[in-house]
């Protein structure tokens, strides 16, 4: 049975002393669940329930998972990815009251999946998914919890498209708000925090510029679109590929070259996968590349790039640097791949996952997402639903009052305006 994370660590004193600061910081950065916070202490909307959730284990994930405690839930929670955990704060968050934390890095796969029993182990009435991994391992293994299933909240792309194939079986059992579809969420977090992030990790993790080189997007989906854009802003030549024609247009329009991964393959100095899809780079495509190349994956899962066939294909492999390993050809060319082809903004050693901001409106989407399931979860039968608009809107005003930015409202006259069928010419 997997013990919480303060009982596997060696100095946890000090381990929760790091976190905490983690914590601190991004707390301090995020009003949106900062004012959650004061409204959960005071109403207390989660007493009596126990939230399960699965999702990246770092410091801002830690805020979602303290204030939805301080809102009266028992929380238990570990990893959705074995590499992004950070340990101190895992501990930490084991330190806050009502919360457990199954969380550490690099535990290998039995040691995950031993992990998210743990946490289904404590009988959950609400799931946080980022993935999806809760709700798959309760439908597949634990099926008599789901009567006491209030619902769930999933924080991915991936999740969502894992959730719908369920809800299309007519397997998912319960109601799940789709958190990433919110524009809340996915204008900002998947764009710009996927965006900044991988490229912030890449070059951390590699010492090397992007002034200059070619670097191939693959997908042009919000995430493909941050990632391009920000590629661009700093000085890249940005090569797109995509398999959706609208969204290769687009990316046409934009002024990016859209190339096949075969033709794109030979001029790429780095390559970025933000497609949700699998085999996305695979054998011919190595055959073809440059020696030093950088591969990465920003998508959810580490099936983007094949890394068995490149295995397969390396007469050498090594550790270039931390986070970066060389696949070495027979010809000698070098394709040096990041973070094991997991997610690169959150498994490299460096790695610190979106930006605090970021993380405050996707994380706030998520608190009013459980809030709601609590308070009128009956409305909602087994499925995916979209988010509620009024909430996505309240976390919006919450973000822009934090920001001391003030907009317009419409007048009557433009309410029934927009609202008329009858006015025309
Ligand atoms: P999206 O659905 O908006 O975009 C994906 C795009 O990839 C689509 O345009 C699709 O046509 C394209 N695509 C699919 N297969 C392809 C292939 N073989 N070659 C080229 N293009 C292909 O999805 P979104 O929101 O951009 O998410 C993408 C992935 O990133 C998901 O796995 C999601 O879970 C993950 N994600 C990762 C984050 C991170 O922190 N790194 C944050 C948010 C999402």
Not at 205 to 228: D, M, R
Request: some cysteine; glycine content about 8%.
């Amino acid at each position: 049975m997997t013990a919480p994370i303060s009982e596997r660590l060696e100095d946890v004193a000090q381990a929760r002393e790091s976190g905490r600061r983690k914590m601190d910081w991004a707390a301090q950065h995020m009003p949106i669940c900062d004012s959650l916070r004061e409204e959960f202490e005071a109403d207390q909307p989660f007493e009596g329930e126990r939230i399960g959730m699965a999702m990246h284990v770092e410091a801002k994930t830690a805020i979602l998972a303290e204030i939805l405690a301080a809102g009266g839930a028992e929380v238990a929670i570990t990893g959705c990815n074995p590499l992004s955990t950070h340990d101190d704060v895992s501990a930490a968050l084991d330190a806050v009251e009502g919360v457990t934390s199954y969380a550490e890095r690099g535990v290998d796969d039995e040691a995950y999946y031993a992990a998210i029993e743990a946490v289904i182990g404590h009988e959950p009435t609400i799931t946080v998914d980022d993935g999806m991994d809760l709700v798959a391992a309760i439908h597949e293994e634990y099926p008599e919890l789901i009567d006491s299933i209030v619902g769930g909240a999933e924080e991915t792309t991936t999740g969502v498209h894992r959730l719908r194939a369920m809800d299309e079986d007519g397997q998912l059992d319960y109601p799940v708000f789709a958190v990433n579809d919110t524009p809340m969420k996915r204008l900002f977090d998947n764009v710009h925090g996927t965006g900044e992030s991988s490229l912030a990790s890449i070059a951390m993790t590699t010492n090397l510029s992007w002034a200059g080189k070619t670097v191939v997007v693959a997908g042009y989906g919000h995430c493909g679109k941050g990632v391009a854009k920000k590629a661009s802003g700093q000085n890249a030549d940005v090569v797109v590929t995509e398999v959706e024609p609208r969204r290769a247009l687009e990316a046409h329009m934009e002024g990016y070259d859209v190339l096949p991964m075969a033709d794109a393959a030979k001029e790429g100095d780095v390559f970025i996968t933000t497609t949700g899809n699998r085999d996305v780079i695979v054998e011919e495509h190595f055959e073809a590349m440059q020696d030093g190349v950088l591969l990465a994956n920003a998508g959810h899962f580490d099936v983007e790039v094949d890394l068995d066939a490149l295995s397969d294909l390396a007469v050498d492999r090594y550790e270039a640097r931390d986070g970066v390993e060389a696949y070495e050809m027979a010809d000698g060319r070098r394709l040096n791949v990041l973070a094991e082809g997991r997610l690169v903004n959150l498994a490299t050693p460096i790695a610190l996952g979106h930006p605090v901001e970021v993380m405050d409106q996707s994380f706030g989407v998520q608190a009013v997402c459980v809030r709601e399931m609590v308070e009128n979860g009956e409305a909602y039968g087994p499925g995916v639903h979209d988010v509620p608009d009024r909430l996505d809107k309240e976390v919006a005003e919450i973000k822009l009052e934090a920001e001391g930015v003030e907009f317009d409202a419409l007048t009557e006259t433009q309410a029934e305006y927009m609202d008329s069928w009858q006015h025309g010419t």
